[in-house]
């Protein structure tokens, strides 16, 4: 029952902005650690951000100052705000949630949303 489901991927020009979402199912949403990991064909997957229980946030350096992770746990949602798009910045975005000291068990990813920043 456990589901987690993206949206707001789309082919943009370089630039322009769009905001993911990712909302969740069968959870307790605000005990998880939330983040966003991508991947590119022939590239290995990359954590873009990471927002934690108590809504402590990173963000790596390839898109600091970009890329904005929030999270709203009344909606059991996190967000991907994404500025500033570049060409490099074309993947699959997929959701994560996990438990840090809980064990493997707690680990749950989405199915993924395609993002093409193409001019």
């Known amino acids: 029952q456990v589901q987690l489901v993206e949206s707001g991927g789309g082919l943009v020009q370089p630039g322009e902005s769009l905001r993911l979402s990712c909302a969740a199912s069968g959870i307790l949403f605000s005990t998880y650690r939330m983040s966003w990991y991508r991947q590119g064909p022939g590239n290995q997957r990359e954590l873009v951000a990471t927002?934690?229980?108590?809504?402590?946030?990173n963000v790596a350096d390839s898109v600091k100052g970009r890329f904005t992770i929030s999270r709203d746990n009344a909606k059991k949602t996190v967000y991907l705000q994404m500025n500033s798009l570049k060409p490099e910045d074309t993947a699959n975005y997929y959701c994560?949630?996990?438990?840090?000291?809980?064990?493997?068990?707690?680990?749950?990813w989405g199915q993924g949303t395609q993002v093409t920043v193409s001019s």
């Open positions: 994560n949630a996990d438990r840090p000291g809980w064990g493997p068990n707690y680990n749950y």
């Open positions: 927002v934690s229980i108590a809504d402590s946030t």
